[in-house]
């Protein structure tokens, strides 16, 4: 598939606040590798291969395990790779992500709240719901994947 326009270009004033929107959610306090973790596994609800191509790149460079990037898609199988924490916000960050599903049921919410308390769990909505936009923009336009590295 071809690019099909270049938002940036065409919708500059746009694109800024979505960069800024990145941005704030980023520089919230959440923690940098739980950023990856939910932004990889959003990405892999969405089908979203540009940020996949991308996220998956920024956790390796991090530093975050090639094996709990192996494992992602499947957390709730392998539950020694994540702290409590991790997987509460994971869980969370799929309710977000699929939140015309069911919507974010009260038991996520809860151990969402216990785990991680009220800041955390903003930080985990806020980072959720930026990248759910950078999914359905670069999956609408058909974004390129960067030359391989």
Known sequence: MTQRLDLALLVPD????MA???RSARDSGIDHHLYELIKIRASQL????????????DARTQGESQRRLDVLS??????GQFTDGERSA??????????????????VWDEAVAALGEEGVAQVITATVAINCWNRLAIAIHQDLPPEH
């Open 74 to 79: 499947a957390w709730r199988e392998a539950p």
């Open 90 to 107: 994971l869980a969370l960050a799929e309710r977000v992500t699929l939140v015309s599903e069911e919507g974010v049921p009260q038991p």
């Open 14 to 17: 746009f694109y800024r606040a």
């Open 46 to 57: 969405n089908g979203c291969a540009y940020c996949l191509d991308m996220h998956l790149s």
């Open 20 to 22: 800024g929107l990145e």
